[in-house]
């Protein structure tokens, strides 16, 4: 009788014998598979791998944390930011709404001030390769006093002067700030691999039409494909609700290759060629913009825990082509920018630019047809530029900030231009900024703006945002 009462509780002591031998071989073979993974790793960077001797478990030996040490090892070798980037950025750490920092190259691909940790990557299985989808919904909520040309954007140079609606306030609502991401990154013989992919959806001024904002790819520190142009400095750009920001800001997405040398610790050194686009006022009906070289940009940067300074250069070559005429000149310019760490947690940004040609650089003018003008004798003349601008961000709490942002710029030269021509902008922003929670952020601010034109007339206009944010990964 007794041994068919002890037959259960035996048959399941043996059952947990078994299970216990599976996990503890099962772990064993993870274990010899990520070790053998490690083995090639360091064939491949000339190095020796240590002998491996696996070891077998006695039957009543179970797991322990000298078995799962190893495995656990192997796992964080295996994190986003231990194989698939550089080490952390040495910037100040920092929030941002439309968080230009994350989509700019970095040498070596290091994180940014706004990432630092790189969160929400995972692995493809089988591979090296961890990616991300990224982004957010974005709703903004605008109210204007006066008219202000573009209803979704506050671009100052956009503002009407005189008119039959000019004095007629508006509001709107739009999502076109919405914004989705794909990232994939990877270590190499050859330094971290970075593939990286954004939209927006300002693609059309009427409706949501897809926009390409980047598509590009970069192995250690040489870049290829379509992004930010080397010359902008995408950590300088102040924290604002609105999308466009001050219009003396470097800005600017275009096609190009570039590299970064190192220059001892925080410092590098860049060197570019972008694609070219000679943006011309004046042109007759049969006259044609013609580019024969990219435009070429040559970037200095010193990034320190307490900010960053940047000094670029660009240089151009612009030219048209006519009806019986033709004519080539060259522009170029320079443009200081960085960020300065105050106090706890407040940052300082700020942005200087000048030079002749470079109107496209700018985000008033990019797109305006004021790099160079075309004058009565069929003559191309670069236009003179120059403007700056400035951020504060302050902290009240963990979760309350405030940025005050302030710009100006300035395109004097009456003689080359039109009189309804663009002349000076100002840009003034006051925000109160709330994020309750790393994915969900909320905000007012209130925007002034003014254009003058070459002849002396002006016009300005008030504007109060409201938007709503949610974050995928944040």
Excluded: C
């Excluded at 274990?31 to 000339?46: C, M």
């Excluded at 982004?135 to 109210?143: M, Q, S, T, V, W």
């Excluded at 000019?166 to 190499?188: G, I, N």
């Amino acid at each position: 009788m007794l041994p068919l009462l002890l037959a259960p509780g035996a048959a399941l002591a043996q059952d947990s014998v078994g299970a216990l031998r599976q996990e503890i071989t099962q772990v064993q073979a993870r274990l010899q598979a990520l070790t053998a993974r490690l083995d090639a790793l360091e064939r491949e960077q000339g190095k020796d791998p240590p002998p491996y001797t696996p070891t077998s478990p006695s039957p009543a030996q179970a797991p322990d944390t000298q078995a799962t040490a190893p495995l656990a090892q192997a796992e964080t070798a295996a994190s986003p930011t231990h194989g698939a980037a550089a080490a952390p950025s040495i910037l100040p750490p920092r929030d941002s709404v439309a968080d230009p920092s994350t989509a700019a190259s970095r040498p070596d691909n290091a994180p940014s001030p706004t990432d630092p940790e790189l969160k929400g990557f995972f692995a493809i299985p089988g591979t090296e390769t961890l990616i991300r989808l990224g982004g957010y919904a974005k709703l903004d909520a605008i109210a204007d006093s006066r008219a202000a040309g573009d209803n979704q954007q506050f671009v100052t140079s956009s503002i009407p002067v005189g008119g039959p609606h000019r004095d007629v306030s508006h509001f709107d609502m739009h999502a076109k700030q919405t914004r989705f991401s794909f990232e994939a990154r990877r270590p190499t013989t050859h330094g971290n691999l970075r593939f990286y992919l954004e939209n927006d959806f300002f693609g059309s001024s009427d409706s949501y039409e897809f926009r390409l904002r980047h598509a590009y790819g970069q192995l250690g520190n040489t870049y290829a494909g379509y992004g930010y142009s080397t010359f902008m400095d995408a950590d300088s750009l102040p924290d604002t609700l609105d999308f466009a920001g001050p219009g003396a800001a470097g800005y600017l997405l275009v096609a190009g290759i570039h590299h970064s040398f190192a220059l001892g610790k925080g410092n590098t050194l860049t060197l570019a060629a972008e694609d070219p686009d000679s943006q011309l006022a004046n042109p007759g009906d049969a006259d044609i913009s013609t580019e024969r070289l990219p435009d070429i940009s040559l970037v200095a940067r010193m990034e320190r825990d307490w900010g960053h300074l940047q000094l670029g250069a660009v240089a151009r070559s612009l030219g048209y082509d006519g009806d019986g005429r033709s004519d080539r000149t060259f522009g170029g310019g320079l443009q200081l920018s960085g960020s300065f760490a105050i106090a706890e947690r407040d940052l300082l940004l700020f942005g200087v630019v000048g030079g002749k040609g470079i109107s496209r650089y700018t985000a008033d003018l990019t797109g305006s047809g004021l790099d160079a003008a075309i004058n009565a004798n069929g003559q191309l003349k670069a236009l003179p530029l120059y403007g700056g601008f400035f951020g504060y961000t302050h902290y009240w709490s963990d979760m309350w900030r405030s940025n005050l942002i302030y710009g100006q710029l300035h395109l004097d030269d009456a003689d080359a231009l039109a009189r309804d021509a663009f002349r000076r902008s100002q840009y003034g922003a006051l925000n109160l900024i709330w994020s309750p929670a790393p994915s969900w952020t909320m905000g007012m601010e209130v925007l002034y703006g003014q254009q003058r034109l070459q002849d002396g007339r002006s016009a300005d206009t008030l504007r109060v945002q409201g938007s709503l944010q949610y974050s995928f990964i944040k």
